[in-house]
Nanobody, 123 residues
Framework: QVQLVESGGGLVQAGGSLRLSCAAS????????VAWFRQAPGKEREFLGI???????TYADSVKGRFTISRDNAENTVYLQMNSLKPEDTAAYYC?????????????????WGQGTQVTVSS
C-alpha cells in the first residue's frame, strides 16, 4: 500500500486560489486512483474528485469548474488546484488512494488516507 502526505493548505481570502499536494510513497503509485475529499466541522466527508490511473478525472458537481486535479506519476504526486475559493470551502482536505477496478466516490470505500491539510477561506 502507498502512504500519503498532503500539504499546501492555509488561509486564503475569498476569490483566491490554493494548490494542495498529495505526495505518495511506493513504487506502484501509478496503479492507484487518488481521490480528494474534504470535511467541514460537523459535516460528512465529501467527495471532490478523483484522478484515475490513466490520468482521467471526475469531479463532484459542487466543485466542477473551480477545482482541477492533476497527477505527476514521476513525482508520485497528485495535485488539487482550487480557484475562486469561497468561505464554504473551509474544511480539512484529504487525499485517499485505491487500487481497485472501479471509481469510488464514497469515503467509506477507502482505507488509505493522508493526514489531511486545513484550508480556511476568509470572507
Amino acid at each position: 500500500q502507498v502512504q500519503l502526505v498532503e500539504s499546501g493548505g492555509g488561509l486564503v481570502q475569498a476569490g483566491g486560489s490554493l494548490r494542495l499536494s498529495c505526495a505518495a510513497s511506493g513504487r506502484t503509485f501509478s496503479t492507484y486512483a487518488v481521490a480528494w475529499f474534504r470535511q467541514a466541522p460537523g459535516k460528512e466527508r465529501e467527495f471532490l474528485g478523483i484522478s484515475w490511473r490513466g490520468g482521467s478525472t471526475t469531479y463532484a458537481d459542487s466543485v466542477k469548474g473551480r477545482f482541477t486535479i492533476s497527477r505527476d506519476n514521476a513525482e508520485n504526486t497528485v495535485y488539487l488546484q482550487m480557484n475562486s475559493l469561497k468561505p464554504e470551502d473551509t474544511a480539512a482536505y484529504y487525499c485517499a488512494a485505491d487500487d481497485g477496478p472501479i471509481i469510488r466516490t464514497n469515503w467509506r470505500s477507502y482505507d488509505c488516507w493522508g493526514q489531511g491539510t486545513q484550508v480556511t477561506v476568509s470572507s
